[in-house]
């Protein structure tokens, strides 16, 4: 099919282009065409990669309610960790009318909460073991090779940082709120593996002091 343009005829009888279809003559040649697009998808496209920088995965979600003076009020609880897969981790938790509207709160909340941890490598710097209320966790540092060894919420959140390589291990309670937050708490106490040896070497001189002023 023959591409008609729109075109003028000057006073001397020959034709040319109007101002439109020149200008767009004009951006072809110059390799800068892009269409007559308004929604402006390339723009779109490349936004929503910068937006992909932090991964979100969803730890729990809980239908929950609440009494008031004419019945019962459903709304859902949600649950969600945010990690960027090297050292920046966050947990969030919200209510919402809908699932929907849950998630996206705890994640800002998540988002807003973030921290920046210490790390080895492909493991943890030092051992560590933190309690939130009931929640008890222990984690270790791991050789190459090992994987995460965890479950459930820990290795959800886990699964969001640049660890590769951890041996852990819940021994309290089996709240997942509690959990998670216990897992960011220890994940906050980690300091450079150096440093860390110093100060247990510190720790180690001071209790063989005390023993001896003891005897």
Not at 37 to 48: G, I, K, S, T, V
Not at 166 to 189: H, W
Request: hydrophobic letters at 35%.
């Amino acid at each position: 099919m023959e591409n008609k343009q729109a075109k003028v005829i000057n006073e001397s009888g020959t034709t040319r282009l109007n101002k439109e279809a020149s200008t767009a003559k004009e951006a072809r040649e110059n390799g800068n065409f892009r269409g007559r697009r308004r929604d402006n998808r390339r723009n779109r496209r490349a936004a929503d990669e910068v937006k992909k920088e932090f991964d979100s995965v969803n730890i729990s979600i809980n239908r929950v309610s609440r009494t008031v003076k004419g019945g019962r009020r459903m709304r859902f609880q949600a649950l969600v960790a945010v990690g960027n897969h090297k050292n920046k981790i966050g947990v969030g938790m919200a209510k919402g009318a809908d699932v929907t509207a849950a998630v996206q709160k705890a994640e800002r909340r998540a988002k807003k909460n973030m921290i920046t941890f210490n790390i080895n490598g492909e493991t943890i710097c030092h051992e560590v073991e933190t309690k939130v209320t009931g929640a008890h966790v222990l984690m270790k540092p791991a050789a190459p090779g090992t994987g995460i060894i965890a479950g459930g919420v820990i290795r959800s959140i886990i699964g969001l940082t640049g660890v590769k390589n951890l041996v852990s291990k819940s021994l309290g309670s089996t709240n997942k709120a509690n959990i998670a937050y216990a897992v960011i708490e220890g994940l906050r106490q980690q300091v450079p593996k150096d440093e860390w040896l110093a100060n247990q070497g510190k720790k180690k001189a001071e209790k063989k002091a005390a023993a001896k002023e003891d005897k």
